[in-house]
């Protein structure tokens, strides 16, 4: 070695060092063990989770993304078969319901406990119910409590002593929920996070449970009942659930840990997926379904979703305040070119509000394309041949599919009418505001349903509905919707639906364009996730299951 | 010197309190507040949290409240989109992030730039000139959204050599510091390269050339320093803008860095939030400008008598 280094001249021994120490590097630059590679043998789930949680605390949020990571952590009264999501006991092993069906009592399993080790009691329901209600917290979710026996007074004030609201626990493993009227979606409804238990004594221990802000909620702190606890939380960039070992099913429970990334950028996602960083995105650049559908079919999921994107109508400003002028507009939209064309992701065009198969019910009224009879009654209400009328103005929040949709609505009213209509697009909290001001004529809107029933979409539009923004008013219609509300037989209530759903075709403050489908992508070692309409998947029934 | 730093640093302090002032009024001009969304809340619900954050009271008593907090304890206030962080919080996690990427893509940006750059002055108008100066205007031209992807496209899916998003492992940091310093880089080159060149034709180049001067003491000792100024004075604004953040190269790496907060913020009307950032950045721009000027006097002996 000695001998060598001497014919080397200093310069050129450093050189070979650069030279050297560059090729060592490259070996280490090889094909690696993918994340996902890592996860199927360690059980570990990788799943894009859209955007970055506002908090997953059950009594503040109300965002998809954080019920996504919140079903892992907490488990109410009842949870959902993973196929159909019909309600299957969870906390409660059995309940019972009264005659009359406004009584539900449910009797908890013995074995339910905290991620502390506390056992889950009847007294914590309540407690997490009263936080709910509490008018302070400020929860936007309250609403979906009002089916009970004065929670909708509590919530506004008007009650003030909790023991009068309908939750009653009998004993420690008995809690009792009173309602107004039978409510045939009752148990359904319990599926929802507004209806998930907290660990009081942890949110007292973090800050005031009554208030918004409290810290509870980090790695360390959280006090779940669910079947995977908070392991690790950083924004922005990755949240970790690990596998309880105090869930009462835990040996039901396969996976050892659940990883959620915040990735915006739908981009971004699908490179993720490519380079097997995750078993499941979030969704799909719309650009890229062709591609998966030719390529790659079997990762791609498309399936229908509890969603529908329609156009809200100004009744209150001319000449749109004239049905006829609603009605011709309604039916001169191509909304199978709409679907085929721009949108190319399966989704079905929509010629009434409801999705399809809501809770096994379905729209008879349907509205029709009809260009001849939407002429006409143009005509009657004096445009004939769109003359004479002033242009529509089309609002929709600044987003590219909106904005090829409204042009293509435009060109549609254009032609087929003779109708004008003018795009006006505006940043999204602006388009909100000026959606909440009917300040606007026709606007692009989209409504997710919180729960599967048809109510979800048709008690928007009563005169009190704080989402209705249409100015339209309806007495024939707010008396079916309470009708509906306390109608008990299932059958005869989705009878009333029909007549109020057929009433709102008919009067049109909204033009239903199509109905969602959820797109994106999945890895055939996913096993245990299936697709529904509500885009809920229990973890605790899920696997990675490699071909060997 | 010490004069002159502390001379500056007093000048920025009005500075950043107009910065505050004007971005807090401004910010409640905005129409659309932070919970504003697609599912309207009650009444009663919207005046619990307006209450909870002080949005009930005049605006102005908003501005004395946030500046009191915000001198005297250094308190950022509380973010109103994710519910239980405060600014601080938030900030202390993602600025660090924010900026490492920018050191390393500055790492990258100078390394690559300054060496292509000299050697570009070194053989003036041949292809060792025109190669690097020709990737260099394409390094100008082409934006990130493209070279990011592509990286990707290449050394992540391709070769499986990287993640291709994610700041979990020394790794991924390889790609996005290459995106990011690619276009510093570019402008870095063409900067140092002009630079070069004029004192290259300088007087006492030539003298030193004629007394023997080996080209590396040339370049080393007589040169670099002088052709370097116009790189320094161009890194002031550089180096803030790359530290805070890049937006772009963040959200196509998913990198938990604080550009997307900043950005985020003023879409979602988080209020403390965009405040917080903005206040941040001001700091951060008014501080690197003053560094780039010190580092600029030590450089070039002639400033130091003004």
Not at chain 1, 210 to 221: A, I, L, S
Not at chain 1, 509 to 526: A, G, H, K
Not at chain 2, 117 to 142: E, F, H, Q, W
Request: charged share 20%.
């Amino acid at each position: 070695m000695q001998f060598a280094f001497n014919h080397l001249s200093r310069r050129r021994f450093v050189r070979y060092l650069g030279a050297a120490a560059t090729f060592s590097l490259l070996p280490g630059c090889g094909k690696r063990e993918t994340l996902v590679e890592v996860g199927d043998r360690e059980l570990v789930l990788h799943i894009g989770n859209g955007t970055e949680p506002q908090d997953i605390d059950p009594g503040v949020v109300t965002g998809v993304q954080e019920y996504h990571i919140m079903m892992s952590l907490l488990e109410g009264l009842v949870s959902e078969d993973p196929v159909d999501l019909h309600p299957v006991p969870g906390v409660a092993e059995r309940w019972d319901i009264s005659p009359d069906r406004r009584v539900y009592t449910f009797h908890l399993r013995d074995n339910a406990k905290w991620s502390n080790g506390d056992p889950v009691t009847a007294r914590d329901f309540l407690e997490s119910y009263q936080r709910n209600l509490t008018p302070s917290l400020g929860y936007e979710y309250a609403y979906m409590h009002f089916v009970v026996k004065n929670a909708e007074a509590y919530n506004n004030g008007k009650v003030t002593d909790f023991n009068q609201c309908g939750y009653r626990v009998i004993d420690d493993r008995t809690l009792e929920v009173t309602l107004d009227n039978p409510t045939p979606y009752f148990l359904s409804l319990l599926l929802h996070h507004s209806w998930y238990p907290v660990h009081m004594p942890t949110l007292r221990k973090w800050g005031d449970p009554y208030q918004r802000g409290n810290r509870w909620t980090r790695p360390g702190r959280y006090v779940g009942n669910g079947s995977f606890v908070l392991a690790k939380w950083r924004v922005n960039d990755i949240i970790e659930v690990r596998k309880s070992p105090t869930y009462w099913d835990r040996d039901r429970v396969k996976l050892n840990a659940i990883r959620f990334y915040p990735i915006e950028s739908d981009d971004t996602e699908e490179r993720a997926y490519r380079a097997g960083q995750l078993h499941i995105t979030y969704t799909l650049p719309p650009s890229k379904i062709e591609h998966y559908r030719t390529h790659d079919p079997g990762v791609l999921q498309i399936f229908p979703f509890l969603t529908t994107y329609f156009y809200r109508v100004n009744v209150t400003k001319p000449p749109v305040n004239d049905k006829r002028v609603r009605q011709a507009l309604a039916m001169a939209i191509d909304r199978e070119s709409i679907v085929k064309n721009i949108m190319k992701g399966g989704e079905i065009p929509a010629f009434n509000l409801t999705p399809p198969g809501t809770a096994g019910y379905t729209c008879r009224a349907q509205l029709k394309e009809d260009i001849a009879e939407a002429k006409r009654l143009l005509a009657e209400a004096g445009y004939p041949d769109g003359k004479g009328m002033p242009p529509v103005e089309i609002l929709y929040n600044t987003l590219e599919y909106h904005r090829t949709i409204a042009e293509a609505i435009q060109e549609m009213w254009k032609t087929k009418l003779g109708v004008e209509a003018r795009l006006v697009n505006e940043e999204w909290k602006v388009y909100l505001d000026s959606q909440r001001s009917l300040n606007y004529q026709v606007c692009r809107a989209g409504w997710t349903g919180d729960y599967n029933d048809p109510n979800t979409f048709l008690d928007l539009w009563t005169t009190s509905g704080g989402n209705n923004e249409t100015g339209w008013s309806n007495p024939e219609y707010d008396r079916l919707i309470v009708q509906a509300a306390a109608t008990a037989e299932p059958q005869q209530r989705l009878e009333v639906f029909q007549k109020a759903e057929a009433l709102l075709m008919d009067e049109m403050p909204i033009i239903p364009i199509y109905f969602y489908t959820r797109i994106y992508l999945q890895r055939p070692e996913v096993k245990g996730w299936y697709s529904n309409i509500l885009d809920n998947h229990p973890y605790k029934y899920m696997s990675l299951e490699t071909p060997k | 010197m010490l004069r002159f730093i502390f001379k500056r640093i007093l000048e920025s302090i009005p500075v950043l309190f107009i910065v505050a002032t004007v971005t807090f009024f401004l910010l409640h001009r905005m129409p659309g507040g932070p919970f504003d969304t697609e599912r309207s809340m009650t009444p009663e619900v919207k005046k619990q949290i307006e209450e909870y954050y002080g949005l009930d009271k005049p605006v102005t008593q908003q501005y004395f409240n946030y500046m009191k907090r915000l001198i005297l304890h250094g308190d950022l206030g509380v973010s109103q989109k994710y519910f239980g962080w405060t600014v601080n919080e938030l900030l202390a996690g993602s600025l660090p992030v924010s900026i490492e990427l920018g050191l390393e893509g500055l790492l990258v940006a100078l390394f690559f730039g300054l060496i292509a750059g000299v050697i570009a002055s070194l053989r003036k108008n041949t292809a060792g000139d025109y190669v690097p100066m020709s990737v260099a205007t394409l390094g100008i031209c082409i934006p990130s959204f493209v070279t990011g992807p592509v990286l990707i496209l290449v050394f992540a899916i391709e070769f499986g050599w990287f993640n291709a998003s994610g700041w979990n492992f020394p790794r991924d940091r390889v790609l996005p510091a290459m995106t990011l310093g690619l276009y510093y880089m570019a402008y870095i080159s063409r900067l140092s390269r002009g630079g070069m060149l004029e004192i290259l034709s300088q007087d006492f180049i030539r003298t030193a050339r004629a007394k023997g001067a080996s080209e590396q003491r040339i370049v080393w000792k007589h040169s670099l320093r002088g052709g370097l100024l116009s790189v320094v004075s161009f890194l002031g604004p550089a180096v803030s803008g790359i530290v805070t953040g890049s937006l772009v190269v963040e959200t196509i790496f998913d990198i938990p860095g604080a550009a997307r907060f900043f950005v985020g913020a003023a879409f979602n009307r988080d209020g403390p939030m965009l405040m917080g950032t903005t206040l941040v950045y001001a700091v951060l721009v008014v501080a690197m400008n003053l560094l780039a000027d010190i580092v600029q006097v030590w450089m070039n002996p002639r400033l130091r008598f003004e």
